[in-house]
Every structure is written in structure tokens, then in C-alpha cells.
């Protein structure tokens, strides 16, 4: 992770960008010594893109199988 001053990242963005594609390295952007700023790679994920909620779920136990209770609804 390389972290630049305000000032200098202004003077040489277009170089710092073109590397940041090349390296895949995060860029910390400094005011007066403290972060401001993160500039990261923009990296695609296909299958994300294609399936955004896989992964979010989880299964407990087997989904397949019958279920040996009997369920009685509410009246």
C-alpha cells in the first residue's frame, strides 16, 4: 500500500493511475499527514456481476429430504 501527499497525487495522477492498473496497489491520499482517501484498482468479477446473491446463503441440514414432523397450520 503506498501512501502519497494531496498535492503530489494531484501533480502525478494520470502516472499513479496508469501504475495502479499494472501493480493492482491500493494509493492512500494524505492531507497534512492523515488519510483521506483510498484509490483502489477497479477489478471485474464476472461471476459476481452474472450471480450477485451467490454466497449470501447458507444451508443448515438437508434441504432435500422429507421431513419426518407433520405440520399443522394455524387457524
Known amino acids: 500500500m503506498k501512501t502519497i501527499a494531496i498535492g503530489k497525487f494531484k501533480a502525478e495522477c494520470l502516472a499513479l493511475i496508469s501504475g495502479l ?9 494524505t492531507k497534512h499527514g492523515r ?7 477497479y477489478e471485474t468479477d464476472k461471476e459476481r456481476e452474472a450471480k450477485p ?3 449470501l446463503a447458507t ?11 407433520k405440520w ?3 387457524k
Open 21 to 29: 492498473v499494472q501493480t493492482h496497489e491500493e494509493i492512500i491520499i
Open 35 to 41: 488519510p483521506v482517501a483510498k484509490v483502489i484498482p
Open 53 to 55: 446473491l451467490k454466497g
Open 59 to 69: 444451508f443448515v441440514g438437508d434441504i432435500v429430504s422429507p421431513i419426518d414432523e
Open 72 to 74: 399443522e397450520a394455524n
